[in-house]
């Protein structure tokens, strides 16, 4: 399972040239990115499960908007001010913010190849299954995210090798 955000949707490209995020960094820039990666390392691994035939699956999770530790250590006066704001009309809790993790963790019934994840009202808790849009859509770019990831690692993992 891949923890994601709903936030993919916010990154303006995946630095693959610069990892480390040396050019143009932004705090919500480099967050957005890393939660786009996420989102595209589980659909590809999801897609190369299938293809060598394993039974296991990869789902890809979302926990909404959480009031947890995360939320106070912002950037910027104006974000630290808005938190009490969010905390109040969207955050759910940790506890909430949890269960489609463990609905992923736990139902064999949990779908492939969306995010899952809790509707906007915080006080909702059931899990929805979001269609994935652009950029994460791209399979060519899950598979140039793949590619990065094995340079990087030195490790080919369902590549052509039996797992």
Do not use: N
Not at 23 to 42: I, R
Not at 75 to 82: D, E, K, T, Y
Not at 124 to 129: E, L
Request: glycine share 8%.
């Amino acid at each position: 399972m891949t923890v994601s955000s709903s936030l993919y949707r916010r990154a303006k490209a995946l630095p693959l040239d610069d990892m480390s995020g040396r050019a143009g960094y932004t705090p919500m820039g480099a967050y957005a990115a890393s939660k786009l990666a996420d989102l595209l390392f589980g659909l590809e691994l999801e897609r190369r499960l299938r293809r060598a035939g394993q039974p296991v699956r990869s789902l890809v999770v979302h926990p909404g908007v959480a009031g947890t530790p995360m939320m106070t250590h912002t950037v910027g006066s104006v974000a630290r001010a808005l938190v009490p704001i969010v905390r109040t009309l969207v955050a759910r809790s940790a506890a909430s913010g949890s269960l489609p993790i463990l609905y992923a963790a736990t139902s064999p019934d949990a779908p492939t190849g969306v995010l899952l994840g809790p509707p906007l009202p915080k006080w909702d808790h059931r899990v929805r299954f979001a269609e994935v849009t652009r950029p994460a859509d791209e399979p060519a770019l899950a598979a140039r995210l793949w590619r990065a990831g094995q340079e990087r690692s030195a490790v080919a993992y369902l590549d052509g090798v039996p797992v």
